[in-house]
């Protein structure tokens, strides 16, 4: 069975999700930051802060840390990564929104970019880091591509025949939050950030081969600027 919200009680930021919520401001992609969450669950590594700015190349604001590495079991398997953000002479520290990339492999979530520098969505507000040579971005169409994705509640029902045109009602089987669909190709330009899908039949998780209900261009965003399609980072 699909597991749409998955539980992560190894990290401190409950936020780790497969699929958004109803963004303040547009997703760009995640940040994979191996200096505070290492390669993987269970990873053995050795933790470095990451410095957040109020600018590119400005004033720290916070930095990103390790408060409690992995416990790792005798007979297997590991718990207890903690990750937070901790602004200077704060008393507490605060979670780091995070969500999930591939499997168990959190991110944090990008809202602009310039060039090695991103901006990323804190408890409160945003910041800015400066990402290292082993730090990777993940784009929308980078994770779109082959996955397992959806359109969310922030898609409007409609598709279009290209990019800015005049819409129209899907042909969709159902009209769910979680509608399967199969990515295409990605265009970006004067009109934005636009998908070209197949919306499906059904899940190719559920039984039977899925089949095309229709097809058709979305825009990446929707209401209140979140991503209209997204996809489970933990496969069926």
């Known amino acids: 069975m699909r597991q749409k919200l998955p539980v992560v009680a190894l990290l401190l930021s409950s936020a780790v999700l497969s699929q958004p919520v109803l963004a303040q401001e547009r997703v760009i992609g995640l940040l994979a930051l191996p200096e505070v969450f290492g390669q993987g669950a269970c990873d053995r590594f050795t933790p470095r802060p990451v410095e957040l700015r109020a600018t590119p190349q400005g004033p720290v604001v916070g930095t990103v840390i390790v ?65 290292s040579a082993q730090d990777e971005f993940y784009g929308l169409e980078r994770l779109f591509q082959d996955g397992l994705t959806y359109l969310t509640e922030a898609w409007s029902g409609q598709v279009w025949a290209s990019p800015g045109s005049a819409g129209r009602p899907a042909k ?22 636009w998908f070209l899908v197949d919306i499906m039949s059904h899940s190719a998780c559920d039984d039977g081969e899925p089949t095309v209900a229709d097809q058709g261009w979305v825009p990446a965003y929707g209401k209140a600027d979140a991503p209209t399609i997204w996809f489970y980072s933990r496969g069926c």
């Open 67 to 131: 408060v409690k590495p992995w416990t790792h079991h005798s007979n297997g398997g590991c718990e207890g990564l903690e990750v937070a953000v901790r602004a200077p002479l704060a008393a507490t520290v605060q979670p780091l929104p995070m969500m999930e990339y591939a499997y168990e492999e959190p991110g944090a979530v990008v809202l602009e970019r310039r060039e090695t520098w991103f901006r990323v969505r804190l408890t409160v507000g945003s910041a800015w880091l400066e990402a």
């Open 172 to 193: 969709s089987p159902r009209f769910a939050p979680d509608q399967p669909v199969r990515v295409r190709r990605a265009s970006r330009d004067k009109e934005g950030l």
